[in-house]
Each structure stands twice: as C-alpha cells, then as structure tokens.
Nanobody, 115 residues
Framework: VQLVESGGGLVQPGGSLRLSCAAS????????MTWVRQAPGKDIERVSGISNDGSKKWYADSVKGRFTISRDNAKNTMYLQMNSLKFEDTALYYC?????????RGQGTQVTVSS
C-alpha cells in the first residue's frame, strides 16, 4: 500500500508545476483523494480534494482558480496542476487517500517558489 508523489521543484513566482501521486497496493478508484501541504512552522493545510470517480472537487480558498486537481483511475494516479504560483505556496505537498476504512499518505514532494 503506497502513495508516491513527484513533480515538485523550484519555480519562480507566476510559474507552474504539475504534481503527480502514484498509487499502488490498493483499489485506487475506491478512495477519496486529497492534496495537503505543510509549510515550515505552519499547520497542515488541506489544499484540494477529489471524489473517487472524479466528479466532485473542492479547493481551499487560497488556491482556488490557480490549482486544478484531477485523477486517472485507469493509471492509479492523481494530479495537481499548479499555476500562478506564489511565494506562499512553498511547502511540502502530500497526497492522501481515505477509503475501505483506512487512511493513507505519501512521503511528500517539496515545492519551493522563489525568485
């Protein structure tokens, strides 16, 4: 049972990144998935979530209109397209899933927005 994030990196303000979350060892299509982030010295913030079939999505106000969540159940992968990145988006980004009576979280991928 594993979630592995990728796609993080260093980007200038206004730039874009696409994060991926690859799932294995469980029935991905049965899980509600979310992206969360944690900046140094700050609490964990829930960024975005998507229903198991991808039909319902929600976003934190801080990212609404800039980030887009999606998933491909055939590829067991979730994505987060991040546009118009800001300094305050700098954080360790995790993907997490809930379903079948359990919660799973990956190890995270670092996103740093800096000029």
């Amino acid at each position: 049972v594993q979630l592995v994030e990728s796609g993080g990196g260093l980007v200038q303000p206004g730039g874009s990144l696409r994060l991926s979350c690859a799932a294995s060892g469980f029935t991905f299509s049965m899980y509600y998935m979310t992206w969360v982030r944690q900046a140094p010295g700050k609490d964990i913030e829930r960024v975005s979530g998507i229903s198991n079939d991808g039909s319902k999505k929600w976003y934190a106000d801080s990212v609404k209109g800039r980030f887009t969540i999606s998933r491909d159940n055939a590829k067991n992968t979730m994505y987060l397209q991040m546009n118009s990145l800001k300094f305050e988006d700098t954080a360790l980004y995790y993907c997490a899933g809930t379903g079948e009576g359990r919660a799973i979280r990956g190890q995270g991928t670092q996103v740093t927005v800096s000029s």
